[in-house]
């Protein structure tokens, strides 16, 4: 499987997985609450992740719960400077975390090459700036909208209602243009699900795969795997690395993570695992 993270960025992801170190622009994060708010902390983390092995790296300057309102030019006053202070320092795809089709114009002009939106492609304008731009996108599934609460959802079955609204996105994505080595699918965890649907998700991760597409894992701290461990938010490093490694036995092939040093020894170990176990290796039975 190919995957192109825009700008001639291209991988062959047969065996290998992909990892997205993960760069807060925002006060409020679930995660590091504002840790590394300041830019030069923000910086030292970027360098961090890249030491660390990170394929690429995504920035988000609006965090995807409820929280007090980001405007537009709240967001690109956040992620802009961060974009350019990236593509001077590596040589690194840059994604940006948002789901307004003008901020990833502007964060694409500025120089990422690859659109996470976990709203769906809500913004008729977000997939042309990314057809315009050559940019890859990431399709996430969400119940009812980024910064929402969502404290009953419901479905009639969770994995396939997910599956058929990201196969509704991935024909979007195909009508504006994108070409499929562009377009990722995520099942969106813990966005619009209780955490017995987001382990429900995971554990059948290869029913994304067989749309033949790259899949997207975004499994790194999530709730659901505290509720499921009764770890708190410091406590589930292991957690995101058996979910990785469950998400690419099953034919994931993009990580995105906290913990860049885990989660690029976990690729690494199941890429070994994949390749010895193929019939080029010599090895299967």
């Not at 001639?8 to 760069?23: E, F, K, P």
Request: aromatic residues 6%; charged residues 25%; proline residues 5%.
């Amino acid at each position: 499987m190919i995957v192109e993270l825009g700008s001639g960025h291209r991988y062959d992801c047969t065996t290998r997985t992909l990892v997205m170190g993960i760069l807060n622009r925002t006060p409020d994060s679930f995660w590091d609450r504002g840790r590394f708010w300041d830019f030069d902390d923000f910086l030292r983390l970027a360098d961090r992740h890249v030491a660390d092995g990170a394929d690429f790296l995504d920035v988000g300057g609006s965090k995807a719960g409820p929280g007090p309102e980001v405007t537009e030019a709240e967001e690109m006053d956040r992620v802009l400077p961060a974009i350019e202070a990236l593509r001077s320092r590596f040589g690194l795809p840059i994604s940006v975390d948002t789901f307004r089709g003008g901020v990833a114009d502007q964060a694409f002009a500025a120089g990422a090459s690859v659109g996470n939106d976990i709203s769906g492609f809500a913004d008729p304008t977000f997939l042309p700036a990314c057809a315009r731009h050559g940019a890859a996108v990431v399709a996430t599934h969400v119940r009812i909208g980024p910064r929402v609460p969502d404290p009953t959802p419901s479905y009639a079955d969770v994995v396939a209602d997910v599956r058929e609204f990201l196969v509704a996105r991935v024909e979007m994505a195909r009508s504006a243009g994108i070409p499929d080595e562009r377009i990722m699918v995520d099942a969106g965890l813990d966005l619009g699900k209780t955490p017995g649907m987001s382990a429900s998700l995971l554990r059948r991760t290869d029913d994304l795969v067989s749309l033949g597409l790259p899949v997207f894992l975004s499994a790194s701290n999530k709730g659901f795997l505290g509720d499921l461990t009764g770890a708190g938010i410091d406590g589930r490093v292991e957690s995101s690395w058996s979910a990785h490694a469950l998400g690419i036995a099953l034919g994931c092939r993009v990580i995105r993570a906290h913990d860049v040093r885990g989660g690029r020894r976990v690729a690494d170990a199941m890429a070994a695992v994949l390749a010895a176990g193929s019939p080029a290796s010599g090895d299967s039975t």
